[in-house]
Nanobody, 122 residues
Framework: QVQLVESGGGLVQAGGSLRLSCAAS?????????????MGWYRQTPGNERELVAS???????KYADSVKGRFTISRDNAKNAVTLEMSSLKPEDTAIYYC???????????WGKGTLVTVSS
């Protein structure tokens, strides 16, 4: 099994920045799943569906939702078993619980962290 733990959430003012981190842990075999599959950051607010914010392939190719494009940057460090989301020019609309995810279709599994809360005040 792979465990994902998010950190870095908090309260910031509009226009500010935050850096979210997601650390993966598990057996050596399980961590090979981490290094060979895409990862993503999602966010969710009350009453809404969980939304894909950004994704990154094992080779480092990134994609972003239109709502965050140009403001957020996703990256991964396979040597440290970590993925990050750098957020800038934050807006109140970015307020949400942010979750990291890894999809491992080879074993039919999706792994999720417990989430970290980001609150952007105006």
């Amino acid at each position: 099994q792979v465990q994902l733990v998010e950190s870095g959430g908090g309260l910031v003012q509009a226009g500010g920045s935050l850096r979210l981190s997601c650390a993966a842990s598990g057996s050596i075999f399980s961590l090979s799943i981490f290094s060979n599959n895409p990862m993503g950051w999602y966010r969710q607010t009350p009453g809404n569906e969980r939304e894909l914010v950004a994704s990154i392939t094992s080779a480092g190719s990134a994609k972003y939702a239109d709502s965050v494009k140009g403001r957020f940057t996703i990256s991964r460090d396979n040597a440290k078993n970590a993925v990050t989301l750098e957020m800038s020019s934050l807006k109140p609309e970015d307020t949400a619980i942010y979750y990291c995810n890894i999809n491992a279709p080879q074993i039919g599994m999706n792994y999720w962290g417990k989430g970290t809360l980001v609150t952007v005040s105006s």
